[in-house]
């Protein structure tokens, strides 16, 4: 998800994870670039090179989701959802006042 928005470089994913979630799931560098790794490898994530620009001098290395990075998250989203909704079906949630039913 924290690709969803815009490409980004390791440490504003790292932000953005933390954000979030709330401050409760924290990367560490080492693994953070051992996952983007990984799905970089499976094609689900593409590394993007950025020249340095006047809002940030450094060249950095960027990510960003590809076609099937995309398909993936969406796949995962629909999943989630379809589980919030069986919750609340069966009593694990609390329906919201909004929801009808």
Known sequence: MALAEEDRHGYAVMKSVRERSGGRVRLETGPLYRYLSRLIDDGI??????AAGADDP???CYYRLTKL???VLTAEAVRL??????SKRIG???KSRTSPG
């Open 45 to 50: 994530v593409a590394e993007t090179k950025r």
């Open 58 to 60: 450094r060249r950095r």
């Open 69 to 71: 990075g995309r398909d």
């Open 81 to 86: 959802a379809e589980l919030v909704e069986d």
């Open 92 to 94: 694990v949630l609390a």
